[in-house]
T-cell receptor, first 108, second 115 residues
Framework: QKEVEQNSGPLSVPEGAIASLNCTYS??????FFWYRQYSGKSPELIMS????GDKEDGRFTAQLNKASQYVSLLIRDSQPSDSATYLC????????FGTGTKLQVIP | EAGVTQFPSHSVIEKGQTVTLRCDPI?????LYWYRRVMGKEIKFLLH????????ESGMPNNRFLAERTGGTYSTLKVQPAELEDSGVYFC?????????????FGPGTRLTVL
């Protein structure tokens, strides 16, 4: 089992809809979790970090962490074409373990 | 404030040659990390510096890779001799020390192609 698993996608959603990105992790990954957005050929850009169970909201983004079920999700409300990118889920303290990323396509 | 910078952006070398990648972290960031993404795979941790000291080098693939951070500022990652499987994108990230969640900021990466 991979330490951090994501569906590679692509996940296609219409503009204005809610995009839901999911990530599961193994017992070997713990503490903090991160969502990074990466446009093609660019560096990963931090979107959200979360370390407590529950929801954390920042603008159109909501990260959800469920430690009992070992999953992390990212909701993007009112999706825009500019949100089209690969979203990387990562976990750990200092040494971050990443999933392969989910490609999101927002269709105008 | 300038972000993490990396040089070069691209490097194409032949198998057996040596390449040195450079990373300049965000000013004041004592944590510096190297990661690598091989095509089709996830980004993988290589090593972690705290100032000039190697805190964790468990991800370094073999002794052909040498990372340094003299003076605790910029870092270099040397691959000698390069092999075909070393091709990929090498990312550097930095973060502040002792800030709770270790929020890492990534550089643009160096795309290394070994022919």
């Amino acid at each position: 089992q991979k330490e951090v698993e994501q569906n590679s996608g692509p996940l296609s959603v219409p503009e204005g809809a809610i995009a839901s990105l999911n990530c599961t992790y193994s017992d070997r990954v713990s503490q903090s979790f991160f969502w990074y957005r990466q446009y093609s050929g660019k560096s990963p850009e931090l979107i959200m970090s979360i370390y407590s169970n529950g929801d954390k909201e920042d603008g159109r983004f909501t990260a959800q962490l469920n430690k009992a079920s070992q999953y992390v999700s990212l909701l993007i409300r009112d999706s825009q074409p500019s949100d089209s990118a690969t979203y990387l889920c990562g976990g750990g303290y200092q040494k971050v373990t990443f999933g392969t990323g989910t490609k999101l396509q927002v269709i105008p | 404030e300038a972000g993490v910078t990396q040089f070069p952006s691209h490097s194409v070398i032949e198998k057996g040659q040596t390449v040195t990648l450079r990373c300049d972290p965000i000013s004041g960031h004592d944590n510096l990390y190297w990661y690598r993404r091989v095509m089709g795979k996830e980004i993988k941790f290589l090593l972690h510096f705290v100032k000039e000291s190697k805190q964790d080098e468990s991800g370094m693939p073999n002794n052909r890779f040498l990372a340094e951070r003299t003076g605790g500022t910029y870092s270099t990652l040397k691959v000698q001799p390069a092999e075909l499987e070393d091709s990929g994108v090498y990312f550097c990230a930095s973060s502040q020390l002792g800030q709770g969640i270790d929020t890492q900021y990534f550089g643009p990466g160096t795309r290394l192609t070994v022919l």
